[in-house]
């Protein structure tokens, strides 16, 4: 199959690069595919740029399968044609935001040129902002939807295109697909119609917006969660290191951290500013210790309680937090989001605002400890599929229905939701609400750490694990492939001294009893991801990313103590080990 694969691919790839070669494309670009040789085109065409969770991203450069301004092009003209088609004039217009990566304006700019030629209105920021604001405006602007260029927390080289439905949420797997099919009607993306933005904006087409947006989003942060009174007397004595990592996270975080009385707040002055180049990271990701490098050392020169930093679109966000030793420590994405909901549970069942509906909405590899504490209030607890935009889903399902009330969201890879005005993961929410906690707790004589391990006491140590295997390229594809069938095709009854007893099967939307053979259905869409649960409670999870060439391998345990949990992690990541290659450094969360 790869050979039969590997040669369709080549013949794609010539043709569409000789294609391009002679297209009416920009110099630059014509330039670099003059450059190009034969391994660059076949990894360059060999297929379109699909849309995964995230929507486009990719490396930036020439080519079908790359981020540039004809793919951009392209995209846009398809969401216009599908607004049209759906809503009937594009009026209400589409919201368009940037991070601070290399040609993230560039794109904005193509996209908001592409819309106003076909009579969609632009609101177009007039720079960098974070995504969770781009959610948050479609909704304030009641616009058709909203597009941010942005690669989250990619390397350098890469960009993307996000798009968003007028509920502020991620677009669904259906708009995903009217937009691919709308896409292939396109044959030729140099011929895509682009309204120069002057005239755009001469004929009301193109609208630039910001500071009246901005401060509409940060009322709505600022009124999340009130200080008690003895968490205010403390929050001006908290002492907190903030990194953007060169992103769009610096003004948000900033002024919502100052305005609610963190005046000890240091932001690290080698990555205040935005930079698409990342100059002083390897990867500009808050999941990685290493992109924690420079805060952490003006930390410990200034003996902060607290270190944030949020990715370059601002919607995850890492934390490092001072235990009563005097040790600052990293909180895992999973660790971080059960102390936010212990505490805005808490925090809302004191001011009596905790909901008689009220439901907690994760991802299936997310751990498991959220349950036990969300149902310990009396609140559902909703899986849902790896991605954020299936949380924003639920909430407009709940909002539709009035079944639930939604409280809170989160995700395993450091990305939080309380406030329901954004429809993604907010790293500014998430670090104001952390820097209360740290504040309330501190007022107790307390740390985040301690009170991770009340909760731990109660309900029993539990620990994840991610693993990540990088397979690039066209081949890389088919081995993807591959070792996912290779997975499904494995039927222990036991991992060592873990007895399995579910399988779950995403693909074919079907759980297996391991003891009794017995199928039954699963509720949540066709997913290529494989899940296993032991009868302790442990799991395992397989799926290939959905933004980047990998396959990702998630691990969650429960033990008595942390011996047994990290015996159990071992055992699992051991047997993992037999299946896949040697995973990357530094992937471990």
């Known amino acids: ?115 106003a030629a076909l009579g969609v209105r632009a609101y177009l920021f007039d720079d960098v902002r974070p995504t969770p604001e781009l959610s948050f405006a479609v909704r304030h602007l009641r616009a058709l939807a909203g597009i941010v260029i942005t690669a989250s927390h990619n390397p350098p080289e890469y960009n993307g295109y996000k798009v968003y439905g007028e509920d502020g949420g991620q677009i669904t797997l259906r708009f995903a697909e009217a937009l691919t099919r709308e896409m292939e009607h396109i044959t030729d993306p140099f011929g895509v119609p682009v309204l120069p ?50 992103g769009t996270g610096g003004k948000p975080v900033e002024t919502v951290l100052r305005r609610k009385g963190f005046s000890e707040l240091f932001l690290v002055p080698q990555q205040r500013e935005p930079d698409g180049n990342f100059p002083t990271v390897r990867v500009p990701n ?45 909180l895992t994405g999973n660790q971080l989001g ?19 509906n009220g439901a907690v909405v994760k991802t299936i590899v997310t751990t498991e400890l959220g349950r036990k504490i969300a149902e310990a209030h009396g609140l559902s607890v909703f899986d849902v599929l790896t991605g954020f935009k299936f949380i924003g889903e639920k909430i407009l399902e709940f909002e539709t229905t009035g079944s639930h009330t939604f409280v809170f969201g989160f995700e395993e890879s450091y990305g939080y939701l309380a406030g329901s005005f954004v429809r993604d993961k907010d790293a500014v929410q998430a670090a104001l609400l952390v820097s209360q906690l740290v504040a309330e707790l501190r007022a107790q004589g ?25 397979y690039p390229g066209a081949s890389g594809e088919v081995v993807r492939e591959e070792k996912m069938a290779a997975f ?36 949540l869409p066709r997913s290529d991801v494989v899940r296993w649960i032991f009868a302790d ?53």
């Not at 009246?212 to 968490?231: F, K, N």
């Not at 059960?338 to 909901?355: H, N, Q, S």
């Not at 307390?446 to 990088?470: F, M, N």
């Open 338 to 356: 059960v102390l936010l909901l212990a505490y805005i549970l808490r925090r809302r069942k004191e001011e009596g605002t905790l909901p008689p």
């Open 537 to 589: 409670g442990s799991w395992l999870a397989v799926r290939p990313s959905g933004t980047e060439p990998k396959l990702k391998v998630y691990l969650g345990v429960v033990g008595a103590d942390e011996g047994e949990a990290e015996r159990k992690l071992a055992l699992l990541e051991d047997f993992i080990a037999e299946h896949f290659s040697r995973p990357e450094e530094g992937t471990g969360a």
């Open 446 to 470: 307390r740390t985040a750490w301690d009170l991770l391990r009340e909760i731990e006491g109660q309900y029993g140590v539990h620990r994840e694990r991610l693993l990540s295997y990088t």
């Open 1 to 115: 199959m790869e050979g039969r694969a590997l040669v369709e691919w080549e013949k794609r790839a010539e043709r569409e690069y000789a294609r391009w070669l002679a297209a009416p494309v920009d110099e630059d670009t014509a330039r670099e595919l003059r450059q190009l040789t034969s391994e660059e085109i076949l990894d360059r065409f060999y297929r379109d740029l699909p849309f995964g969770t995230g929507g486009l991203r990719g490396i930036m450069g020439a080519g079908t399968a790359r981020m540039n301004r004809y793919v951009v092009r392209r995209a846009t003209q398809a969401l216009a044609r599908y607004l049209l088609g759906t809503y009937g004039d594009g009026a209400r217009g589409v919201v368009i935001a940037y991070d601070s990566r290399r040609n993230s304006r560039l794109f904005a700019e193509e996209a908001a040129g592409v819309l």
């Open 286 to 330: 808050p999941e990685e210790e290493e992109a924690f490098r420079l805060a952490l050392d003006w930390a410990n020169r200034l003996e902060a309680d607290l270190v944030l930093a949020t990715d370059p679109d601002a919607d995850r966000l890492g934390v490092f937090v001072r235990g009563s030793d005097g040790i600052l420590r990293r």
């Open 488 to 523: 499904r095709r494995l039927t222990p009854e036991a991992v060592g001294f873990l007895p399995l007893v579910r399988r779950e099967d995403y693909l074919e939307r079907a759980a297996t009893d391991v003891r009794t053979g017995e199928k039954t259905p699963l509720a």
């Open 197 to 246: 933005l002057a005239e755009a904006q001469a004929r009301g087409l193109v609208e630039y917006i910001g500071e009246a947006v901005d401060e509409a989003y940060y009322a709505r942060v600022l009124d999340l969660l009130p200080l008690t009174p003895e968490g205010q007397r403390s929050a001006a004595s908290v002492r907190i290191v903030y990194t953007p990592l060169h």
